[in-house]
């Protein structure tokens, strides 16, 4: 049996692999950390609520005492860590809640998984999920980051995300705590919160609302589907080499004005509206401060070392990603309304 500690089970990525662990392993308990944040919603787990293998436990990672007492409860044998504040426009207006969480949350995992461990390291496991964002920004007409590509953070949220990676390594290196960690581009698909820019703008066509296109709409990202990023995860942590980092894409880059189109035709589709009819919704505004121009991610050395290849097209992926938000519509709603927050308040109460 394996006790696995999910960090961020609640949020987007996070529901995605839980969902597929608890499913694939049943022989393992999956133990889903979470502090239940405006962006963790035990609403995206009610599938997996009820299995014998799951377990949900409300705790922040900056709490070392409670994240000790977690590993010694439950047997911590791996942990995959993905929780964090996630959104660059937040970290942006409040950068201490990223360094706090991202930086120092990290950093209380650590040493509780060294603490718990230490004397026999043998098949154990910390593995640290993390973003291109880490790697800057390319230019516009070419390159792609790899596994190699110096880290050259930008935003508070990169830099935060960075420095965790960092503190990661300096685990490995300092005191041989088994690691992993993996950089991913941006993701989409069911249960991301409409923060973020596909659900966000599915929610305003749906409602009529402006679509604001940051600075010239010229900036590209990388997208990948995230049941493929959550295969990824579960291939890297069984099968990857221990120390070692994994770049996560789907070469699949995308303007964004170009992307928005392709969102507005889908979704008009969908909705029965006439094609083009959303398009006046889009709306220029000034540009994100220090907005990287370029993400692209060179994800070969996973290919060729574990055999990982996105499942899914882009059109297919987008196709399914609009029908779930049209079809799931009440889940948009109570995020928005903060419906779902009185749903965990009453489950598990909820800190201040
Ligand atoms: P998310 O914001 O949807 O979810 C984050 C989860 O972490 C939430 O459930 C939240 O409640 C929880 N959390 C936040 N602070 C916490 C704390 N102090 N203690 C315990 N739990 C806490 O994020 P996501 O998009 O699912 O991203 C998950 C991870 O993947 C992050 O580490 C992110 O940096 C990384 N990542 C995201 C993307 C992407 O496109 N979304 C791409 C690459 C990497
Ligand atoms: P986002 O989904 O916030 O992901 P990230 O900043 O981590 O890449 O944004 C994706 C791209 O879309 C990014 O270039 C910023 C842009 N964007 C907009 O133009 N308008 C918006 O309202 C949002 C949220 C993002």
Redesign the pocket.
Known sequence: MRNILVTGGAGFIGSHLVRLLVNKYPEYRIVNLDKLTYAGNLANLRDVEGCPNYVFVKADICDFPAMQRIFSEYGIDGVIHLAAES???RSIKDPFSFARTNVMGTLSLLQAAKLAWEGSYDDKLFYHVSTD?VYGSLPADGGFFTEKTKYDPHSPYSASKASSDHFVRAYHDTYGLPIKLSNCS?NYGAFQFP???IP?FINNIRHNKPL???GS?E?V?DWLFVEDHARAIDLIFHEGKVGETYNIGGFNEWR?IDLIKVIIRVTDRLLGRPEGASLPLITYVAD?AG?DVRYAIDSTKLKEELGWEPSLQFEEGIEKTVKWYLENQQWLDDVTSGEYEKYYENMYGRES
């Open positions: 959104h660059v426009d964002e941006n923060e973020k820019l966000l604001p296109v940051y709409g900036n990202r964004n994100r907005h």
